[in-house]
C-alpha cells in the first residue's frame, strides 16, 4: 500500500469511505456487520489505516457499526474520521449534544480527523454564523485532544470555498473534495484545487469513481485506454488520475462489497501518474461524457431579459448536473440557498432569455424539464 505523509503521520493512500457499506436486502439503513467486519480486516491486512464515516451515512448507523467493527483493533492502528453534519440546518445550535454522541457511537474517546460536513450554498451563512459556536466548540476539542486534525468537506462553488477559507482557512488542515476526471471542468475541481494548494491546504478526495460511474466507459473508449495501458484496469484510470493531481493526499473510496475492495488496494500497490498523452486522452472522454451538458458560458446576457429575475447560468448549470448525475443530492440542496420565487419553477417560458443566448439554448424547455425532475 503507498502511504502519504501527513504533518507526523504516514497514511495509507487509499481510505475506507463507509458510505456504501455492504447491505441487507438493498436496505440502506441495514448495513451488513459481518461482511463489513470482513472487508475492514483485509484493508487492515493490506495496509489501509484511515476510515471515514459522518453521522448520517446509512440513515445514521455507519459511526454505530464503523465503531464496532473497529473497537476489535488497537486504537493506534488506524486514523478515524467523522464529520459534524451541517448538510442539516436543524443542527447547527447542537455541536455539542451531537460531537459527544458520534465519540459514543463510534466507541472511541477522540476522532482523529474531524471535519465540517458539506460546506455549500446552502449553509456558508449558518457556518459563519458565530452564534452556533461550532467552530469555537471544535477548535476547543482540538485543544483538548478529542479532535487531533481538523478540516472541512465541500460541495459548494468555488465561491462558497473562498468565503469559508477566508474566515477559518488558516485553522483548516484538509479539505475534502469530490474530484474525478468528469468532475475536472464539470465541477470546477481544478480550480478548487489551485485554491486549495495556494492555501497549502492538503486535499481529501471523495467519488473518485463518481459514484461508480467511472467504474465502465463505453466500449470504444475504453479500448482507447487499454491501448495506452493494456494491463490497466478501467476503475484503475480514476486512480491514476488523482496520483497525477498536486496536492492530493487521501483517496476515499465508498467500497461496498470485498472485490471492489480487492480491486482497489491492488492498484494502490504501486503509484503510477499519467503521462500527458494519457491525461489529454482521459480528459477528452470526460469531455465526450458531458456532450449532451448545455454549454452555457454564464454570459449573462439572458439575466438582464429575465421578467423574473432568474439567476438563468446558476440554474443552467445545477440542471447540468442533476440531469448528468441522474438526480442526486447537489442541485436540490444548492437551490435551498435560492428564495422560491427564483427556482426553474418561477419561469414563464417567455424565451426573452432565448432571444439573446449566444449559445442558442433553449432556456424555458430547460427550466420545465428541471422541475419535473426535482419533482419526480
Given at each position: 500500500m503507498i502511504t502519504k505523509k501527513f504533518q507526523n503521520l504516514e497514511l495509507s493512500a487509499l481510505g475506507l469511505g463507509s458510505m456504501r457499506l455492504p447491505v441487507i436486502d438493498y436496505d440502506d439503513a441495514r448495513i451488513d456487520e459481518?461482511?463489513?467486519?470482513e472487508?475492514?480486516?483485509y484493508a487492515m491486512e493490506h495496509g489501509i489505516n484511515y476510515y471515514d464515516t459522518a453521522w448520517g451515512y446509512h440513515s445514521g448507523n455507519s459511526e454505530t457499526v464503523m465503531g464496532k467493527v473497529l473497537k476489535n483493533y488497537p486504537r493506534n492502528s488506524y486514523y478515524l474520521a467523522s464529520k459534524f453534519p451541517g448538510y442539516d440546518l436543524s443542527n447547527m445550535p447542537k455541536v455539542e449534544e451531537i460531537f459527544e454522541k458520534q465519540l459514543k457511537k463510534c466507541c472511541v474517546d477522540y476522532f482523529d480527523f474531524y471535519l465540517f460536513h458539506n460546506v455549500c450554498e446552502m449553509n456558508i451563512d449558518a457556518y459563519l454564523d458565530e452564534k452556533y459556536g461550532i467552530f469555537e466548540y471544535l477548535i476547543e476539542q482540538k485543544k483538548n485532544g478529542r479532535i487531533r486534525h481538523l478540516g472541512f468537506s465541500a460541495h459548494g462553488s468555488l465561491d462558497v470555498i473562498k468565503r469559508f477559507l477566508d474566515k477559518y482557512g488558516e485553522h483548516m488542515e484538509f479539505c475534502q473534495l469530490q474530484i474525478n476526471y468528469i468532475d475536472w471542468t464539470f465541477q470546477n475541481a481544478k480550480d478548487k484545487v489551485d485554491l486549495l494548494n495556494k492555501h497549502q491546504i492538503p486535499i481529501w478526495v471523495m467519488e473518485p469513481?463518481?459514484?461508480?460511474?467511472l467504474a465502465k466507459l463505453p466500449t470504444a473508449e475504453e479500448e482507447k485506454l487499454k491501448e495506452l495501458?493494456?494491463?490497466?484496469?478501467?476503475p484503475a484510470w480514476a486512480f491514476r488520475f488523482l496520483q497525477s493531481i498536486p496536492g492530493v493526499t487521501m483517496i476515499l473510496s465508498g467500497m461496498s462489497n470485498y472485490e471492489q475492495l480487492q480491486e482497489n488496494i491492488k492498484t494502490f500497490e504501486t503509484e503510477k501518474p499519467l503521462s500527458k498523452e494519457e491525461m489529454e486522452t482521459l480528459l477528452k472522454?470526460?469531455?465526450?461524457a458531458l456532450n449532451g451538458v448545455l454549454p452555457?458560458?454564464?454570459?449573462?446576457?439572458?439575466?438582464?431579459h429575465c421578467p423574473k429575475g432568474l439567476d438563468i447560468p446558476t440554474l443552467l448549470e445545477l440542471y447540468n448536473e442533476h440531469s448528468f448525475t441522474g438526480g442526486g443530492f447537489i442541485a436540490p440542496m444548492a437551490l435551498m440557498a435560492i428564495s422560491e420565487e427564483k427556482h426553474p419553477t418561477a419561469c414563464i417560458g417567455c424565451r426573452s432569455c432565448e432571444a439573446v443566448c449566444p449559445q442558442q439554448?433553449?432556456?424555458?424547455?430547460?427550466?420545465?424539464?428541471?422541475?419535473?425532475?426535482?419533482k419526480g
Open positions: 459481518e461482511k463489513t467486519a472487508m475492514v480486516a469513481l463518481r459514484g461508480g460511474r495501458r493494456p494491463d490497466e484496469e478501467i472522454i470526460a469531455d465526450n452555457c458560458t454564464a454570459c449573462h446576457y439572458c439575466v438582464s439554448i433553449k432556456i424555458s424547455e430547460a427550466m420545465t424539464d428541471f422541475a419535473l425532475k426535482l
